[in-house]
């Protein structure tokens, strides 16, 4: 008896041992060219560290803390380097947030630049949806892993990024580039909003967005209404959706979708009505002023008094749908959807800016920024810019426009042929970039996504008719307040 | 009474026919929707034309579901892994089962709570942990990063110790009589006998690891390390624009259809072999 069980013991161990064995059997060859590797690239990116140290104090830190962890794990990665001793290679994580063929699109834009910059290797992986793409680098870092050089994140990530260590001011980089500061400049000013703190510049905006009106032009006219003309305020757009909407439910003058991320239109209500949710500093918001009380009960009033809104949540995806099949005459949506509302829609579509509240026109803006991670080597983080110079280009923007319908965050890009013949023919695609002069910042703050969703709820639980305006806001505030108590700045 | 007995039952037999086609009629509806769902020309929205054609039948999206994704280098991926994850796991549950049925030894019962405690932790909760480790392994972005968590199982264990332990020992005995060690009695008696459990354990373990999407899209960056969820979330992943349904339908067809072949030749044995483990 003894003897069997100490034999299953024992063939356990020999499986065990055959299966590491055939573990290492594939990688040892990688591993030790990862060795010889990370000896070399120890030595070059502790002299980069140097230099950074040199260079600015901010940034000594910086390559001070990732000198150990980047010279080791970035090793499996970075084996060409000590190869060559030339090309830096670099990775590239990018989400997908909108339709069309965004991986083939990235790895087109990678070709061509390591085309012009034969010393940079570019490896562009995609890594999810926004969420994910957080996810994956966070754990990364947290497992002591390699992770991203450059990576698409939301704008509005940059207090969790910053606050987590994970990404470097691009200062230094701007400074050092040619023309770096006329580059900067030429974004427009609502974008960058999202996009520096403290100063700094974080993130550089690249799949932006904002929202708009889209409406029936087909539906306009057969109530005789003018459809070369958006509704102008929102007292106007409300008469007119009261007017298109049809008791029996088989049409909704309008559709305003807030699930998902309910606090970024409602966004556009405040600001039009004098004042956004969040101002400059990163651990305050003004939830409960009177512009966002205005705006609030405004949203309300489309389902209470106007009736021209279906009661309840109504659902983002949806929404385009509704509208495309006329279930909806009107409806908020990102430009990001203009693309397939165009390419589905049977009839002509009007684009116009959010309407008007008492204050004049006003809109949030979304989407992607591209970040530089703090755990690579300096020698890494430069190659990375150069790479998002490359990706900002005005042609570049332009195509990248024409492809997913994001909006192009330089006035540069709206210059170029492209885009210029791109709005003669689709004039639907400029009303966004014009719309940008009344846009504001997208709620940002530290533990973000807690406060957009503390915002979200409040603004759900008004369109469901659990609280009214004044409640749901007093307490998001009070919540909001509570989870911010901690941050100094 | 022999007539009037048997027209009852045809009468009940019917009914009872009726309410299981109702049944998979129900049943069916999410995979009949994804099929014309995929089918429906990319410019119809929901509303527009034949309910269930829309204006005709287009084979488009999953064109762009071709175009957007590889497919083949995924498919490859996704069978070593879900496979090799398998092959193993029959091993080393085969072995731990019977270790924890019918050996004895210090602590077994102690080690064997310790086992099942780590069915309740979610795999999402050692996503940093089993990075670190895999990472320190320095098998970042390989296949056998993608396996190695899930070599060992402990529900596999679990199973197979309680089917294990339902074979009489008196079988066992006779075995040993007959000079058996323990590898033959492993091989004669106790995975013979224990065939059903092994085919529900490989059922749960393929789809389970086939739908994994969280860890592979973390522990691998290169197209020839991904597996087909990764390449299915590229057309999912639209939070921005809202669903795009035809070609989410398309992916998706794409991504069971092994699974749902598999199911369909082997449909009786998998039946069967739930019936008789008793799970569920």
């Known amino acids: ?489 | 009474m022999r007539i009037k007995g048997s027209k009852k039952p045809k009468w009940s037999n019917w009914l009872l026919n009726l309410s299981l086609l109702l049944v998979s009629i129900i049943w069916l509806t999410p995979l009949i929707m994804t099929l014309l769902l995929s089918l429906r020309p990319k410019k119809d929205s929901l509303g527009i034309g034949n309910p269930f054609f829309g204006t005709g039948v287009s084979l488009e999206n999953f064109q762009g579901a071709f175009e957007a994704v590889p497919w083949l280098t995924y498919y490859g991926a996704t069978l070593i892994f879900v496979f090799g994850v398998l092959s193993v796991q029959l091993i080393t549950i085969t072995l731990a089962g019977y270790a924890f049925a019918r050996l004895h030894f210090f602590g077994k019962d102690f080690i064997f709570m310790l086992l099942l405690i780590q069915i309740m932790i979610p795999s999402a909760a050692l996503l940093v942990p089993n990075f670190a480790t895999v990472q320190s392994l320095g098998l970042f972005d390989t296949k056998w990063a993608l396996m190695l968590p899930y070599l060992g199982s402990a529900f596999g264990t679990f199973l197979l110790r309680q089917t294990f332990r339902q074979i009489p020992r008196d079988l066992e005995d006779a075995g040993r009589i007959d000079g058996c060690n323990w590898f033959k009695l492993l091989q004669h008696i106790y995975i013979p006998s224990s065939i059903s459990a092994y085919l529900a354990f490989s059922l749960t373990s393929i789809s389970a690891h086939w739908n994994e999407f969280l860890w592979p899209l973390i522990i691998t960056t290169s197209d020839e390390n991904r597996v087909l969820t990764v390449g299915l979330s590229q057309l999912v992943r639209t939070s921005e624009t809202g669903a795009q349904y035809g070609q989410i339908s398309a992916g998706t067809l794409i991504v069971i259809a092994p699974l749902l072949i598999l199911f369909l030749v082997f449909q009786r044995q998998f039946i069967n072999s739930f019936l008789r483990s008793g799970l569920k």
Not at chain 1, 132 to 139: G, H, P, R
Not at chain 1, 143 to 160: C, E, H, K, N
Not at chain 1, 223 to 249: C, N, R, W, Y
Request: proline share 4%; aromatic share 10%.
């Open chain 1, 1 to 489: 008896m003894k003897f069997y069980r100490y034999f299953a013991a024992l063939t356990a161990m020999v499986l065990f041992a055959l299966l590491v064995a055939a573990c290492g059997d594939n990688t040892t060859t990688t591993t030790s060219a990862v060795t010889t590797a990370a000896s070399t690239t120890n030595a070059s990116s502790t002299t980069a560290a140097a230099k950074a140290t040199t260079a600015s104090a901010s940034s000594t830190t910086a390559a001070a803390t990732t000198t150990n962890a980047s010279s080791t794990t970035a090793a499996a990665t970075t084996t060409t380097v000590a190869a060559t001793g030339q090309v830096t290679e670099i990775t590239f994580y990018f989400p997908t947030a909108v339709e069309g063929p965004i991986t083939k699109t990235f790895d087109g834009y990678a070709a061509e630049f390591m085309k012009a910059n034969p010393d940079v290797k570019v490896k562009t992986v995609f890594a999810g949806g926004y969420a994910d793409v957080l996810t994956k680098i966070q754990t990364e870092v947290k497992g002591g892993g390699t992770t991203a050089d450059v990576a698409i994140m939301l704008s509005t990530d940059l207090y969790t990024l910053a606050d987590n260590d994970l990404v470097v001011p691009m200062e230094t980089f701007i400074k050092d580039a040619k023309d770096g500061d006329t580059w900067l400049k030429d974004f427009y000013p609502a974008f960058l909003a999202n996009s520096q703190a403290n100063g700094k510049t974080w993130g550089i905006p690249f799949q932006r967005s904002t929202p708009v009106l889209y409406y029936n032009k087909d539906i306009f006219k057969e109530a005789g209404l003018d459809p070369e003309k958006s509704p102008a305020t929102f007292k106007e757009m409300a008469d007119i959706a009261q007017k298109l909407t049809k008791a029996d439910g088989s049409r909704w003058g309008i559709k305003i979708p807030s699930d998902g991320f309910p606090y970024w239109l409602y966004q556009g209500f405040a600001i039009s009505n004098g004042q956004n949710v969040v101002g400059d500093a990163a651990n305050k918001v003004t939830f409960n002023t009177p512009a966002a009380l205005e705006g609030l009960k405004n949203f309300q009033s489309l389902i209470t008094d106007y009736k021209a809104m279906p009661k309840g949540v109504i659902v983002w995806g949806d929404t385009p749908k509704d509208f495309i099949s006329g279930n909806a005459a009107m409806i908020y949506h990102t430009t990001g959807s203009l693309t397939s509302i165009l390419s589905q829609a049977k009839f002509s579509v009007g684009v116009g800016f959010l309407p008007a509240g008492s204050k004049g026109y006003g809109s949030p803006t979304g989407g992607g920024n591209l970040y530089i991670m703090k755990k690579s080597s300096a020698e890494k983080q430069k190659a990375a810019f150069r790479f998002i110079q490359f990706l900002t280009q005005p042609d570049r923007l332009a195509d990248w426009t024409q492809v997913t319908g994001y909006v192009a965050p330089r006035k540069a890009a709206w210059e170029t042929d492209t885009l210029k013949k791109l709005v003669a023919d689709k004039p639907q695609y400029g009303v966004a970039r014009d719309q940008l002069q009344y846009a504001q910042k997208e709620l940002a703050t530290h533990e973000g996504a807690q406060v957009q969703q503390i915002l979200g709820k409040a603004v759900q639980s008004v369109i469901t008719g659990d609280k009214d305006p004044q409640k749901a806001l007093d307490d998001a505030q009070k919540e909001a307040d509570k989870l911010l108590a901690d941050y100094k700045d």
